[in-house]
């Protein structure tokens, strides 16, 4: 595989860069993460419109071997976009997008297969182009080149004659085009055009070819095992427990996501817009809520400091998993800006019973995820996260396990909830009602029954804390369908803006044309037909 630090010639439409040859960097990210990686780009297209992204298996039409297809009807690329994107080390990304560091599309598919071809049409007031690019490992080694090149062609399309027309038709192009068929596998420039019959007015199309074998020789993506689903290869895990546990933990999420794509994507997200479907391989991706696997929920408010700043805020929903004692399943979901960063992450030693089955989710906007989104940035922040979910999850078990049937543990206040305590940050219900409307405070997994035990001498309190925790839940269910509803709202007037933008030049063209003709149009003026000037 190639580390490439591309330099961008606009002129020859051919990039060119020395390169590097290295296996490590991309033999490190994991299978389901890379994929992830090219999902979040068509995600962070939602804001231009897109509606889908299609993953499935499809055949090379040259040798027959399985090649990975993913199609989203976002905005497109035009071929200035399109240039660097495959340019590495050059983003575009807001620090809003998911996205944001813009080289997932070049190290995500370089680690699922040696080549990648990329289709993406674009349409800009009625002007629409279509482009073709090739990122091509094989082509590389075989003919021994000394500096990455990387063919593209363009075309646009010319509304007067209905017909494509290439761009910077030439040498270049001609050259280009000619790489592309013999290295891609489409054996001409019809077929290339061909694949975008699917693509509509924008969108982009994502073909990695030559996928890698693993170590024994098989191919590391297992489309065989479920026609639903893309599985990893060697990355199923056995639990080594008693029967009952371990039916419980190789089915349970917390062990599926690591050789299921579907059940990874089910929890990529903690929410996307009704209008976005994910799709992987016919079927749509139906997100999955980890809070809903929980019993005896309780959230803990968070507010970390760096020095005499606060950094942000942060709600954990914590509670034991439904199956427990049963499952030997823990750790936290840690989510940054909407998107799963750490997934179970395990903050204690689980070597003996105290805390067991205790999960939380949470987002930390207030953390720098690395640039694969593996994980975070090892920051004094992080450092303090780690801690407090640590502590956290002792408390949790400590005034809690007795619950699912192990010794209460004796501590120094015997019987009191988490949510009672004062130490170390322990939340306020009414008050973290009151900020999460204040600040926009985001409560990762609120939307599921929630529990509290109390100690006999606080019933008559405990009790009211139930009742405040129903009503923040309703109150928390009602800001979350009026955010979906104004994401759906924005939505709808992007595509009405762009809808008249079209209407006002289909408009503006037809006029023109009925002027060139010497036409008139007659407007009744009382009883007098005066003519348009134009």
Same mark, same amino acid.
Not at 223 to 252: L, M, Q, R, Y
Not at 316 to 327: H, L
Not at 370 to 376: G, P, S
Not at 423 to 440: F, V, W, Y
């Given at each position: 595989?190639?580390i490439? @630090?591309?330099l961008?010639?606009?002129? /020859?439409?051919?990039?060119e ?11 490190? +990210? ?5 994929? !992830?990686?090219l ?6 297209e939602?804001? $231009? ?10 055949? $090379?039409?040259?040798d027959?071997?399985? !090649?990975?297809?993913?199609?989203d ?7 200035? @976009? +399109?240039?660097?994107? +495959? ?11 998911i996205?944001?560091?813009? $080289? ?12 990648? &071809?990329?289709?993406?049409r674009?349409?800009?007031n ?6 073709i ?5 094989t ?33 270049h192009?001609?050259?280009?085009? %000619? &790489?592309?068929?013999?290295? /891609?596998?489409?054996?001409s420039?019809?077929?290339l ?12 199309k ?11 020789g098989?191919l590391?993506?297992?489309f065989?095992s ?15 427990t008693?029967? !009952? %546990?371990?039916?419980v ?5 917390a ?6 794509l579907? !059940? ?39 507010r970390?400091? *760096?020095?005499s ?7 954990t929903t ?30 204690? $030693? ?27 940035e ?25 619950? &699912?049937g192990y *010794?209460?543990?004796?501590t ?5 909830p ?10 306020d219900?009414?008050? +973290?009602?009151?900020? @999460? ?9 609120c ?18 804390i ?9 109150l ?21 803006r ?12 037809l006029? @023109? ?16 037909a005066?003519p348009?000037?134009f």
């Amino acid at each position: 595989m190639i580390i490439m @630090a591309f330099l961008l010639n606009s002129t /020859s439409q051919i990039l060119e860069t020395t390169c590097m040859f290295t296996l490590s960097s991309f033999t490190q +990210m994991q299978l389901h993460i890379t994929i !992830a990686e090219l999902i979040d780009n068509a995600v962070d297209e939602i804001q $231009n419109g897109a509606t889908f992204v299609f993953v499935d298996k499809i055949l $090379n039409p040259k040798d027959g071997s399985p !090649a990975l297809l993913i199609r989203d009807d976002g905005g497109g690329m035009d071929p200035e @976009a +399109m240039r660097q994107c +495959m340019s590495f080390g050059f983003s575009n990304k807001s620090k809003i997008a998911i996205g944001q560091y813009g $080289n997932g599309f070049k190290t995500g598919s370089m680690r699922l297969g040696a080549d990648v &071809i990329v289709f993406s049409r674009h349409q800009n007031n009625m002007k629409l182009t279509q482009s073709i690019g090739l990122l091509s490992y094989t082509y590389l080694m075989q003919t021994q080149q000394d500096r990455v090149v990387v063919p593209m062609v363009n075309y646009k399309f010319d509304t007067s004659t209905g017909y494509l027309e290439r761009l910077n038709d030439g040498e270049h192009f001609r050259s280009n085009l %000619s &790489i592309l068929l013999h290295w /891609s596998p489409y054996l001409s420039e019809e077929e290339l055009l061909k694949l975008f019959d699917d693509i509509g007015n924008h969108g982009t199309k994502i073909i990695i070819f030559n996928l890698w074998f693993n170590d024994d020789g098989n191919l590391e993506l297992d489309f065989n095992s479920d026609p639903e689903d893309i599985h990893i290869v060697g990355d199923i895990k056995k639990i080594d427990t008693h029967s !009952a %546990s371990k039916i419980v933990n190789e089915g349970h999420i917390a062990n599926r996501f690591h050789y299921s794509l579907h !059940a990874y994507l089910s929890i990529l997200y903690l929410r996307i817009p009704e209008s976005f479907r994910m799709i992987l391989r016919g079927q749509v991706v139906k997100l999955h809520n980890i809070a809903d696997d929980l019993k005896y929920t309780e959230f803990v408010l968070y507010r970390p400091q *760096c020095g005499s700043s606060k950094e942000g805020v942060s709600v954990t929903t914590i509670g034991f998993v439904k199956e427990a004692p049963k499952g030997n399943i823990h750790g936290f979901n840690v989510y940054h800006k909407n998107r799963l960063i750490l997934p179970f992450w395990k903050v204690v $030693n689980y070597t003996n019973t105290r805390g067991r089955g205790v999960v939380g989710i949470l987002q930390a906007d207030y953390l720098e995820p690395t640039h694969n989104k593996q994980d975070f940035e090892r920051t004094s922040l992080f450092q303090k996260l780690e801690l407090r979910l640590k502590q956290m999850t002792w408390e949790y078990w400590d005034y809690h396990c007795h619950l &699912i049937g192990y *010794c209460k543990r004796s501590t120094g206040d015997p019987g009191a909830p988490l949510n009672k305590r004062k130490t170390h940050g322990s939340i306020d219900l009414h008050k +973290m009602k009151r900020q @999460a409307m204040q600040e926009n405070v985001t409560v990762a997994g609120c939307d599921q029954n929630v529990l509290t035990t109390a100690s006999p001498t606080d019933q008559t309190v405990d009790q009211r804390i139930i009742n405040l925790m129903e009503v923040q839940k309703k109150l928390l269910k009602e800001c979350l369908k009026y955010e979906k509803a104004e994401e759906e709202l924005n939505l709808k007037v992007t595509q009405l803006r762009r809808k008249t933008q079209e209407a006002k030049h289909e408009y503006d063209t037809l006029m @023109a044309e009925v002027k060139s003709l010497g036409l008139y149009l007659w407007e009744e003026n009382g009883s007098v037909a005066v003519p348009l000037v134009f």
